[in-house]
Structure formats: C-alpha cells, structure tokens
C-alpha cells in the first residue's frame, strides 16, 4: 500500500503466501478509487469492480470458481 502525507494514495496490492496475488486496488486522498480485482490463490478472477470516492460504483461482477460469471451486480 502506498501512502502520502499520513493518507492512502496509490497502489494497493495484496499477495498469498505462495506469491501469487490476492488483490489489486488504489487509493486517493484516503478512499478506495478506481479499478479493484479480488483472485483466487490460483490466479483465477473472483471479484471485479470499481470505487468510486471510496463507494462500490457500477457493474460488479462475482466469478465462481470455474471462472464463470456468478453474480453481477449494479452499484449506484
């Protein structure tokens, strides 16, 4: 996570403990903003969406673990 002047602000990136990443998401002033990708330990896509001023914005979409779509979900 990166962080300027005591706030979030940047790449936000979590990792499993075999290295494989577990999410990718950014910050601005404090709050969740932008693109976020949640993976499964195998590298497959479980979530996906998009932060908006720290609130989830517009389609989401949820992957079971076939990698198929699951769940979308429209965010307001």
Known sequence: ME???DQKNGK???YYENGQTRLTGSYVADMLSGSFISYN???SIS???FYTSGAMDGTWTYYNETGETDLV???K
């Open 12 to 14: 936000w990136e979590q």
């Open 3 to 5: 962080w300027q002047n």
């Open 47 to 49: 979530i996906k969406g």
């Open 73 to 75: 979900v429209e965010y």
């Open 41 to 43: 330990p195998d590298g």
